[in-house]
């Protein structure tokens, strides 16, 4: 059962590798200003972490409730669902360019948000950068590489099995959260109602303030949304067990990943047919960043 997760997230990410365009990744990223990146990083990084902690003073959450919530808040990037969703009138490649993004950055901000933190709190948190850099090495950028290298060497059988990989990755995905659910059944009924409430709360937040961005589309729009509500739930649990010393912390992470789904899944299904109809009156000059 412990596979499932790391493989599942190993397949979606050869399945993105497979069909990233990089020179479309690397225009994503030069059609960003300065004060773009900035307000994508705190949008990111700074404002979901900052959330909960206003959260927890009112909501009344326990330690491991609120430690788990935290974590989901300051872990972004994950690849599930992202894809498969982006895929009914979203930007794909932008989300696959998130992605990338949010990985590398990962090992820079964690380590700084997590220990910022710790300090309001009089404790000293360390995460030390190297070990995420290697589970990000490990579980998204080796199977992203492998992904694009079959692309550029084997791009018939690149195409015939993408769309294959994809659903495998999801399927396994759904599989491993509905075989965690059943099996926290129990511990999810001892849950405060807060906890739903909380992670709705912020999955909704995570949603709306990527709209303070002003992006080429509302297709772009969209993905970048959907894209930062889908926090990196496994690297959010063993973060909360190792440095944070809270392995009850599940509960809450699974709360997490089951309302963001569905919070999710809702806007995809809103959002496709109002970001085509936006995106059509938009003329070319309005749809640079700005």
Request: positive net charge; contains cysteine.
């Amino acid at each position: 059962m412990q596979l499932l997760l790391p493989f599942a997230v190993a397949i979606l990410m050869i399945s993105i590798g497979m069909s990233l365009n990089v020179p479309e990744l690397v225009q994503n990223w030069r059609t960003f200003t300065r004060s773009s990146w900035a307000k994508l990083l705190f949008a990111t990084f700074i404002f979901p972490p900052a959330l909960i902690l206003l959260l927890v003073r009112i909501f009344p959450l326990n330690p491991s409730e609120q430690i788990g919530l935290f974590m989901v808040a300051v872990a972004p990037g994950a690849p599930l669902l992202t894809r498969n969703i982006a895929k009914k009138g979203f930007d794909r490649q932008l989300a696959a360019s998130y992605q990338v993004w949010g990985a590398l950055m990962t090992p820079i901000m964690i380590p700084l948000v997590v220990l910022a933190t710790g300090k309001l709190y009089d404790r000293d948190i360390w995460i030390p950068p190297r070990m995420l850099l290697a589970e990000i090495a490990s579980k998204q950028f080796l199977p992203l590489l492998l992904g694009m290298m079959l692309k550029r060497f084997a791009p018939a059988f690149s195409r015939k099995v993408d769309t294959g990989l994809n659903f495998l990755g999801n399927a396994i995905l759904t599989i491993f959260m509905v075989a965690i659910l059943f099996k926290m059944g129990p511990a999810l009924r001892e849950v405060t109602p807060w906890v739903f409430v909380v992670a709705a709360i912020l999955a909704f937040a995570c949603i709306a303030v990527v709209f303070w961005l002003r992006t080429k589309s509302r297709a772009a729009s969209f993905t970048l949304a959907l894209s930062n509500a889908n926090r990196h739930v496994g690297l959010a649990l063993l973060l909360s067990g190792r440095y944070l010393h809270h392995k009850d912390a599940l509960p809450a992470v699974a709360s997490y990943a089951l309302v963001s789904a569905i919070l999710m899944i809702v806007l995809a299904r809103l959002a496709r047919p109002f970001s085509a109809q936006a995106d059509s009156r938009l003329a070319p000059a309005e749809r640079s960043i700005n």
